[in-house]
């Protein structure tokens, strides 16, 4: 218990130095910004019957090398953001526990980007795609009015680019740090004609903080913003995201941490001496080639809105595994490497409708969401003779269909001091598999998962400070094409996974004491049946299987405040139970759900001069223990507590601005484990967080 705790006492304590300072004579907090995704009505934070969080501009770009989202969602309650320090295997990131299980990429938490999905049909999403250098904001929703999202919405994240404005401007911005990391990024924008551009370019290189982490990633970016007839905008955007061959670190026993936390896990069957690292003699690794292009059209009618969004895109996926030719002897096995090319599509069309019921506004939207995926999927052995890390023989054959078709209502009353918003939405996901490799058993087949979700909420403004509120929802999350893939311990697709479905409660308060300080709290608890848990992990391969009930009751404090002097403080603090309401197999009731922690939690003193020429802020990042697999019995990932500094500056000079930062992370160089593979079959659960490191970084920017 005092493990638990002592990181937020950490926390804290940070928060009181800057609580000690006199109230400000200026307001240091920035002002409410209008969100979309609760309500699809444009609302400020303030007045939204909803958990959620704005990152802006400044938070996400100042100070950081606009590599990982997890650099700005540090700050948010109720999400779990961890850079693995693997690009191979994206970011883990989890809402009060939904998506903590994920052993690559984002499930649970719904990816969207201008208000184009960054998740596919199954809900599988890769954050990897979001541009972080030309990001105005993220939208953060937590809790029941996430469920209006659908399928794979415990949690919504929403970015949103700048749009071009103004004057024609060029910046470039260079960064470099420890463990050999850099970036160079390239971006102009202007308006011409009427005509708004963005465009972005960028590379980051590392290599890697743990053996075998290097990694190359290439970035581009546009956008077009335009009016083409009276009351109409449309948007276009293009992203595309390359990564050639980037190496695969794979997890570590606690042993193997213990000895050397950077080190990869020996393979004891190895025949060369010295023997090699599983990452070294099957040299692990993926490669990633993904585009995407989308429009966006809305046409006004007074106060009513018609909006349809369209996209599509191809996404080419390359990974070598480590798997013994002997794992791979089964006829039902795939084989160790997986090839797969994905075209995905889809549209949104909604209408607003803006009238007045019972001496109030009423705001009704009406929409459906169409999108599918399909991919040309193959597998193969990672051997040739004796040499591993090569494509061998075909293993796997098949084409693999997702569809999702998706109508929804959402209709919001405002009177008085009441606001009420009530959503449906019928959710419909549709799976097809057509297996043209028979020589492993025929995996074809269907599946069809429909679930329908309502959400319901209400507002009262107690004072003109002091809004509280109620939700509630009924969420489902059906397996990804990922966790269909395998059976048990190495058989064909998996035709009886089923969704699980959740009940969503919270009540919460909004309060805005003068102009200095803002406070959300939010309690909430989520009832789940038919939990998907992980059955089998290996090499980068894991099955699941249907548990039982779980539970998960917690809070979420968020305490912004400005003080004299320009100083400001940030805290974030989350205490989570999430716990299996009813055992199963070796797992009691009561056990903790896997990759989640009781409690979280971030605090941030920082200072700029009146002239915004120079900043400067103290943070602590904080955790308490995680369990690595459902039955709480291996040794879990012990909390921490880090402290990390920043310091920027910044200039201008006629037509020029210039911009430079230094950063330190993990300043008292703390060892720890930074996040774990869930469920690991051979117990190789731990990744390693690096230790104290460094970041520099400069801009110029020549606005004509």
């Known amino acids: 218990m005092k493990q638990s705790l002592f990181p937020l006492n950490a926390v804290a304590a940070l928060f009181a130095l800057g609580s000690g300072a006199m109230a400000a004579e200026e307001a240091g907090v920035p002002p409410d910004v209008v969100v979309v995704s609760a309500t699809r009505v444009g609302h400020t934070v303030f007045d939204m019957p909803a958990a959620i969080d704005v990152i ?394 429909s679930h329908t979700t309502p959400v319901l909420g209400l507002l009262y403004k107690l004072t003109p400070g002091l809004n509280v509120y109620a939700s509630a929802a009924r969420g489902f999350e059906t397996p990804t094409l990922n966790e269909l893939f395998y059976s048990g311990t190495g058989g064909g697709f998996n035709f009886r996974l089923q969704p699980a479905q959740s009940t969503h409660l919270e009540a919460g308060i909004k309060a805005r004491l003068g102009e200095q300080t803002r406070i959300n709290a939010a309690v909430f608890q989520v009832r789940t049946r038919d939990e998907l848990v992980v059955d089998n992990s290996n090499g980068g391969r894991t099955s699941y299987r249907n548990a039982g009930r779980t539970l998960r009751q917690g809070m979420e404090l968020s305490l912004d405040s400005s003080w004299r002097y320009g ?21 009691q009731e009561g056990s903790r759900l896997p990759g989640v922690p009781n409690a979280n939690a971030y605090g941030e003193l920082a200072w700029k001069d009146g002239a915004d020429r120079f900043g400067a802020a103290l943070e602590a990042v904080a955790s308490s223990r995680i369990y690595a697999e459902d039955a709480n019995a291996d040794k879990p990932a012990p909390g921490y507590g880090v402290l990390n500094a920043r310091v920027n500056a910044s200039q201008q000079w006629q037509g020029w601005r210039f911009k430079q930062f230094v950063r330190w992370n993990n300043l008292l160089d703390r060892q720890y484990v930074g996040s774990l593979i869930v469920g690991d079959t051979n117990k190789r659960y731990y990744e390693a967080a690096p230790g104290r490191n460094w970041l520099l970084g400069a801009s110029a920017q020549y606005q004509f």
Do not use: C
Request: negative net charge.
């Open 567 to 587: 100083l400001s403080t940030r805290m974030a603090l989350t205490s989570l139970r999430a716990v299996y309401d009813q055992g199963f197999g070796t797992v």
């Open 56 to 449: 802006d501009a400044a938070r996400i770009r100042d100070g950081q090398a606009r590599v990982n989202a997890s650099e700005a969602l540090a700050a948010v309650p109720g999400l779990v953001a961890q850079n693995r320090q693997n690009y191979a295997q994206d970011l883990q990131i989890s809402s009060r526990g939904f998506g903590a299980r994920s052993a690559f990429g984002v499930r649970g938490v719904r990816l969207i980007a201008d208000g184009i999905p960054a998740s596919m049909p199954d809900g599988q999403g890769q954050a990897a795609t979001f541009n972080l250098d030309m990001a105005e904001r993220i939208e953060v929703l937590r809790g029941p009015f996430s469920a209006i999202y659908g399928n794979h919405s415990g949690g919504v994240i929403q970015l949103f680019t700048r749009e071009g404005e103004g004057a024609p401007s060029v910046e470039t911005t260079l960064t470099a740090g420890s463990y050999g990391s850099r970036k160079a990024d390239l971006n102009a924008q202007g308006k011409q004609a009427g005509v708004g551009y963005v465009l972005d370019a960028s590379r980051f290189e590392t290599d890697g903080y743990r053996a075998h982490s290097a990694a190359t990633r290439d970035q581009a970016y546009a956008k077009l913003t335009l009016a083409p007839v009276e009351g109409a905008t449309l948007a276009i955007v293009a992203n595309a995201l390359r990564q050639d061959d980037t190496q695969d670190a794979l997890g570590v026993t606690w042993a193997t941490y213990q000895r050397d936390p950077r080190a990869g896990e020996i393979d004891t069957t190895d025949t060369q001496t010295p023997k090699r690292t599983l990452a070294d003699r099957y040299n692990t690794r993926k490669s990633i080639d993904h585009q995407q292009i989308g429009a966006s059209w809305e046409q006004r009618f007074g106060e009513d809105r018609m909006r349809v969004t369209a996209y599509g895109g191809n996404r080419g996926v390359i990974q070598y595994q480590a798997f013994s030719k002997a794992f791979q002897a089964p006829a039902t096995h795939s084989g160790g490497v997986v090839d797969f090319d994905r075209d995905f599509y889809g549209t949104d069309l909604n209408w607003l409708h803006v009238g007045q019921l019972a001496g109030g506004k009423l705001s009704t939207t009406v929409g459906v969401e169409y999108g599918r995926s399909s991919d040309a999927r193959k597998g193969y052995e990672n051997f040739i003779g004796t040499q591993f890390g090569v494509k061998g023989a075909l293993r796997r054959d098949e084409n693999d269909e997702v569809t999702n078709l998706d109508p929804y209502v959402q209709a919001e009353w405002e009177a008085g001091a009441w606001m009420l918003s009530a959503g449906l939405r019928h959710s419909s996901v549709k799976i097809s598999v057509d297996d043209h490799f028979l020589g492993n058993g025929n995996d074809s087949g269907n599946l069809d998962y």
